[in-house]
């Protein structure tokens, strides 16, 4: 999603920009763009989210039917993660079955959240081996202005906070709220000419040799993380972005409780 | 269409389940140039529907082979999001999107300057965020709204609402309730201005008078929506218009101090 062209008039701006410390919006390396999260905003959806991260804009739902759970996990609930990159977010999306991006996309979002055990899948089984909650996580881009991943994780997170479990629905008691543990928060850092850049915009991301996302967990533990892009980072780069993923995801995490 | 159903739909007084009258249009909201990344954008809320709408060009036409060398094609893209919906519907187009997407595309292509731009396309894209019957006409609404906020040369703005019969009663703007057990159901868009029919549907059951009545309804109801539409393009250019104004006029007082 990244890799389109970019104006080579615009690649000099942002390299001699970095060269001073400086980003195109003004920002310092490691300050994220204003975020504003909203819940709740589809009333068809167990649980529903809107984020923007600078221009950046994303929609969650989940949604959740009883099923079988998986022949390894009879007394679990299952979790399943899908990213739509539809044409309306930017002139470079086309429609049609996910492709490789948003496929990384939401198996990155999946792993912030099932490996920081932030739903207590054993509390949304019904009927060991049987019947369990199948939740379906579907998180749709309506404005693509650079990093995804975050939004996309925010967005899922927020949305699984407000779910509420449509027990009465199915004939199975009353509605509950869904059974959460922690907070997993992820924050996503380019290099460019050697300098690590947190949030980047589209432009920055564009110009970007490497990617590096790091979710961490409420005690500020690691939980799920994905280096991306064609370009290396040195290991003094990697520790650079797991620790401002730390310091930053205490902020955010506030936003959404 | 549920057909003859005994559920009760409309009470003596001619009052619908929702508290509305049988000529009475949801609550509807409208508003232009919701997206940063489009080239044009609106948002309509109609009752429990919530629908975006995104424009993208006059942009090269792909496929190729769908290029027109004489003038520009409108693509539409209606989508419903899996969520909008009580079941989750599985991403990715069915043959009710694919038909309804035709329908928009081709209503749309009448109001647009499309000799002005040949070879392009002109591509539409309508996401169903919350569905509660009437989407289409939602997302056609926003669609127009949305091609003239993208600045694309129009003849017209085009509004559209569906209207039904419900307990042997002809109703405008079906909700989803009257929409599963009411007896029929006829979308349509009409141009005020011209009165032309860009869009018709209907299914069900309906007498010559009944579809008469409904038009006549819906004549009306699209007048109202026409009028938001037009408003909603108002308050997005008219927020430029007031900053300009406030700087103007800041500039006016400078100009009085040091005199």
Known sequence: ?257 | MGGNSDMKLIDENGIRIDGRKVDELRPMKIEAGVLKSADGSAYVEIGKNKVLAAVYGPRECHPRHMQNPAKAIVQCKYNMISFSVSDRKRPGPDRRSVEISKLISEAMEYVVFTENYPRTSIDVYIEVLQANAGTRCAGLTAASVALADAGIPMKDIIPAVAVGKVNDQVVLDLNKEEDNYGQADLPIAILPRTGEVLLMQMDGHLTQEEFDKGLEMGVKACNEIYELQKDALRRRYAVVNGETDEESKEADEDVTEEA
């Not at chain 1, 615009?10 to 003004?26: F, N, P, S």
């Not at chain 1, 019904?126 to 202005?145: A, M, Q, R, S, T």
């Not at chain 1, 629905?169 to 543990?181: K, S």
């Open chain 1, 1 to 257: 999603m990244a890799r389109s062209i970019v104006s080579e008039i615009k690649r000099d701006h942002i390299h001699k920009l970095i060269a001073d410390g400086k980003r195109v919006d003004g920002r310092a390396w490691d300050q994220v763009r204003e975020i504003s999260v909203q819940t709740n905003v589809v009333e068809t959806a167990e649980g529903s989210s809107r984020v923007r991260i600078g221009n950046t804009e994303v929609i969650v739902g989940v949604k959740m039917t009883v099923g079988e759970p998986f022949s390894d996990t009879p007394n679990k609930g299952v979790l399943s993660t899908n990213a739509e990159l539809i044409p309306m977010a930017s002139p470079n999306f086309e429609s049609g079955p996910p492709d490789a991006d948003s496929i990384e996309l939401a198996r990155v979002v999946d792993r912030g959240i099932r490996e920081s055990q932030m739903i207590d899948l054993e509390k949304l089984c019904i009927e060991p081996g049987k019947k369990v909650w199948i939740n379906f996580v579907d998180i749709y881009v309506l404005d693509f202005d650079g990093n995804l991943f975050d939004a996309c994780n925010l967005g899922a997170v927020a949305a699984l906070k407000s779910a509420v479990v449509p027990a009465k629905a199915n004939g199975l008691g009353d509605d509950y709220p869904m059974p959460i543990t922690c907070t997993p928060i992820s924050v996503t850092s380019v290099q460019i000419e050697n300098s690590i850049l947190v949030d980047p915009t589209l432009d920055e991301e564009k110009v970007a040799a490497a990617r590096l996302t790091v979710t961490t967990d409420d005690n500020g533990d690691l939980r799920a993380m994905q280096k991306g892009l064609s370009g290396a980072l040195t290991l003094d780069q990697v520790n650079t972005a797991i620790e401002t993923s730390r310091r930053l995801g205490i902020e955010i995490r506030k936003l959404i409780g």
